[in-house]
C-alpha cells in the first residue's frame, strides 16, 4: 500500500490545473519529486495558471519543466519512468488522471514499485473527472485525504 492516498476530483482541465499546481509548488519547496501519469495535456493550463500567480521564478521553472503532457507509458515504461522519479529522492508525489479503470491500472504499477522500495515514500495523487466518477463513501474510502482549489484535507 501506498504512503499515502490522495484524490481529486474536477470538473474540466483548468480546474484540475488550478487544483494541482499549488499542491505541487508546496511539494516542491519541501523537496519532493513529482511524477505525473496523466491522459490529457494540461501544459496550457498550467502556463497561464503560473502566469497569474506570484510564486518564485525558479520554483515556477521547476513546474513548467514537470510533464503536464498526456503521459503515453506502459507496462515496464511506466515502471521505469516512476523508478526514475525515486532516484536520489526519498519521497515522491505521482499525480494520476483517467477513468476509474485508468487508474488502478497504473496504481497497480505504482503499487510494485512501492513494494520494491520499502525505503521510499510513495504518495499517490488519483484525479477523477467529476462527471465520469461517482463521489461516494466506497470510493473516498480507498483514500487519506482528498485535494480540492482549498487544499489537502483529511478525510472523516
Known amino acids: 500500500m501506498c504512503d499515502e492516498k490522495i ?25 519532493n519529486k513529482i511524477c505525473t ?16 500567480i506570484n510564486i518564485d521564478n525558479k520554483l515556477k521553472n521547476e513546474i513548467l519543466n514537470l ?36 487508474v488502478e491500472e497504473k496504481n497497480k504499477y505504482i503499487e510494485e514499485i512501492r513494494k520494491e522500495n520499502k525505503d521510499k515514500k510513495i504518495n499517490i495523487v488519483n484525479c477523477f473527472k467529476i462527471n465520469e466518477e461517482k463521489i461516494n463513501d466506497g470510493l473516498l474510502n480507498n483514500y487519506h485525504k482528498i485535494l480540492n482549489t482549498s487544499g489537502c484535507k483529511y478525510i472523516n
Open 67 to 102: 510533464n503536464w503532457n498526456k503521459t503515453r507509458l506502459k507496462g515496464e515504461k511506466l515502471k521505469e519512468y516512476i523508478d526514475k522519479g525515486l532516484e536520489d529522492n526519498s519521497e515522491l508525489y505521482v499525480i494520476v488522471n483517467g477513468t476509474k479503470k485508468e
Open 37 to 52: 501519469i496523466l491522459n490529457v495535456d494540461i501544459n496550457k493550463e498550467v502556463e497561464k495558471i503560473l502566469s497569474k
Open 7 to 31: 484524490c481529486n476530483f474536477y470538473a474540466n482541465e483548468v480546474h484540475l490545473g488550478v487544483t494541482i499546481v499549488p499542491f505541487v509548488a508546496n511539494k516542491l519547496k519541501d523537496n
